[in-house]
């Protein structure tokens, strides 16, 4: 990034990317010594910032549960009127389909 003041030096990062995949099947690679220690420690990385997403997740959750509790009550209450909508438009086709048939019947 570019400094924010004059005479500052520029900001800057490395970004690396590795490829982990086939870690989680170090057995079946038949990985030995060295190499199988690698793979092990990735996976257990891995498993420690997937938690510490969990963890994130699970905060975000309880301090917003309120917020989200209704949400979801306005949706159900939503879904509950377009339900009662299409259940009288059913019960209308349903009349009008009885009318029809009724006047085929006749006709024939």
Not at 24 to 42: P, Q
Not at 68 to 88: A, D, G, I, T, Y
Request: aromatic share 4%; net charge negative.
């Amino acid at each position: 990034m570019p400094p924010v003041d004059p005479g500052e030096p520029p900001a800057g990062g490395k970004l690396c990317f590795v490829d982990l995949a086939g870690s989680e099947k170090v057995a079946a690679t038949g990985s030995r010594g060295e190499l199988m220690l690698e793979a092990n420690s990735i996976n257990r990385s891995l498993l420690a910032l997937a938690s510490g997403l969990i963890g994130a997740r699970v905060a975000w959750a309880q301090r917003n549960l309120y917020g989200m509790l209704q949400e979801f009550m306005l949706e159900n209450e939503r879904l509950r009127k377009e339900k009662r909508q299409l259940q009288s438009s059913r019960d209308l086709a349903q009349d009008e389909q009885r009318i029809l048939a009724q006047q085929v019947h006749e006709l024939e």
